[in-house]
């Protein structure tokens, strides 16, 4: 079992940064690909950016490429998504997961989840 814990999020003017942590526990953290995942009202859950188990590979969806960077620490077993260049069309619930696959964009490969944290930004 892992448990994710997300944090960081908030309100945001356009063009403003955040940087949300995903605290992991429980069963082993290291040697599995995580994700960020996002879900505004209204649409679905869709795929933000990934990790490979060891932090070298990166994979990312095109709308925020060049703008949010994820990374890894698995010393303190936290995942990290920086967020810059925020548009007001980044506003959702920001989730972190943990999967057995990289990479992959579908959500029902990531088999545990965080609660989500919400980041609005304001134009």
């Known amino acids: 079992q892992v448990q994710l814990v997300e944090s960081g999020g908030g309100l945001v003017q356009a063009g403003g940064s955040l940087r949300l942590s995903c605290a992991a526990s429980?069963?082993?953290?290291?040697?599995?690909?995580l994700g960020w995942f996002r879900q505004a009202p209204g649409k679905e859950r869709e795929f933000v950016a990934a990790?490979?188990?060891?932090?070298?590979?990166?994979a990312y969806a095109d709308i925020v490429k060049g703008r949010f960077t994820i990374s890894r620490d698995d010393a303190t077993n936290t995942v990290y998504l920086q967020l810059n260049g925020l548009k007001p069309e980044d506003t959702a619930v920001y989730y972190c997961a943990s999967t057995w696959l990289f990479p992959t964009r579908l959500s029902r490969q990531y088999d545990y989840w965080g609660q989500g944290t919400q980041v609005t930004v304001s134009s």
């Open positions: 429980g069963r082993t953290f290291t040697n599995r690909p």
């Open positions: 990790v490979n188990w060891n932090g070298d590979n990166t």
